[in-house]
């Protein structure tokens, strides 16, 4: 056989398992692939379900449009750290919170309503920040990468969104910082994910328990530090509910607008159905906070220190 037919032949062969489209590729399975493609590969392994997806998506993925949004929101995150730091005094693993800024959320601000979304951007010490940048990059930037900004955005801002408005009701008189809505959201979207396709994924049941225990120890956390931590501590509470909120929103958002490869008619049933429970919590949180105006009442008529002392001690995160 010559060594132009022997090539060809070489090329059937694996042509199936490595998709060779022709014989002057067939250079292309011995030798290493970059690291930029190594990657690529890994995040395939990790998100995509299907053999074939996977290896369509790792050999096609430019990075063109790249991952913006995690990254433009985590540089947003850390900017606003850094100049608080300098304007209000040197960071702490608590500290500096900026009480005064018109981002932060505060129940007796509720009718200026930016404060439901671009609290995100402040953060209560280093910790707050370190923790919720490292998962958000851990997790959303492979998820923004295969499922595209616009996406992930939306299931990002429906976290924050979501942490907000279920404080509001359930935790009426607690202030908030930080993106731990949004970052939850992301988490309990790789969770509906890995749900949706578990069958097809590598390690599927292992991925639902970490999150799961992952989860469950940080709320878990929460919850000690906002009901056993004493006021006079002067530590920042943590609150819990906007933990819950953003996941419950991630996990229906995620539901509605992460790609399913592989859709059946039961899914499409719980496509509705995820559409259903978020609207109706949104609706329920929005209506509450128009009516409710007892809790904004009493804090408009508490004085300036006992307000302040308040604000401290019932701080959230």
């Not at 540089?75 to 500096?96: C, I, M, N």
């Not at 409710?292 to 019932?314: A, G, Y």
């Amino acid at each position: 056989m010559s060594g132009k037919r022997s090539r060809s032949f070489k090329c059937a062969v694996h042509h199936r398992d490595r998709e060779v489209c022709s014989e002057n590729d067939f250079h292309l399975i011995f030798e290493d692939p970059p690291l930029f493609r190594r990657m690529v590969h890994v995040i395939a392994m990790e998100v995509l379900p299907e053999e074939r997806d996977r290896k369509y998506y790792a050999d096609n993925y430019s990075c063109c449009p790249p991952p913006l949004f995690v990254i433009l929101v985590t540089f947003v995150e850390l900017g606003f750290f850094v100049y608080h730091s300098l304007t209000l005094g040197p960071a702490d693993p608590a500290g500096p919170v900026p009480i005064d800024s018109m981002f932060i959320y505060r129940p007796d601000k509720r009718q200026e309503v930016w404060r439901f979304l671009f609290y995100m951007v402040l953060h209560a010490g280093w910790f707050h920040l370190g923790f919720n940048l490292i998962i958000q990059l851990l997790v959303g930037l492979p998820l923004e990468m295969v499922h595209g900004s616009t996406r992930i955005g939306c299931v990002y801002l429906a976290g924050v969104l979501a942490g907000s408005l279920g404080t509001s009701v359930f935790d009426p008189e607690v202030y908030l910082v930080g993106a731990s809505g949004g970052v939850y959201a992301l988490l309990a979207a790789h969770l509906a994910n890995v749900m949706l396709n578990y069958r097809n994924m590598q390690y599927g049941i292992l991925r639902l328990l970490a999150i799961f225990l992952f989860a469950s120890c940080d709320v878990g956390f929460a919850i000690y530090s906002r009901y056993s931590v004493e006021p006079a501590s002067g530590a920042p509470s943590v609150s819990y509910v906007a933990h819950l909120t953003g996941a419950l929103a991630g996990l229906t958002i995620g539901l509605l607008v992460l790609k399913n490869f592989e859709q059946k008619l039961h899914e499409q049933l719980l496509w509705w159905v995820a559409l259903g429970v978020y609207a109706a919590c949104t609706i329920f949180a929005i209506v509450f906070n128009l009516l409710n105006t007892v809790t904004v009442q009493r804090l408009e008529e508490e004085s300036e220190e006992v307000f302040k002392q308040h604000l401290f001690t019932n701080f959230g995160f």
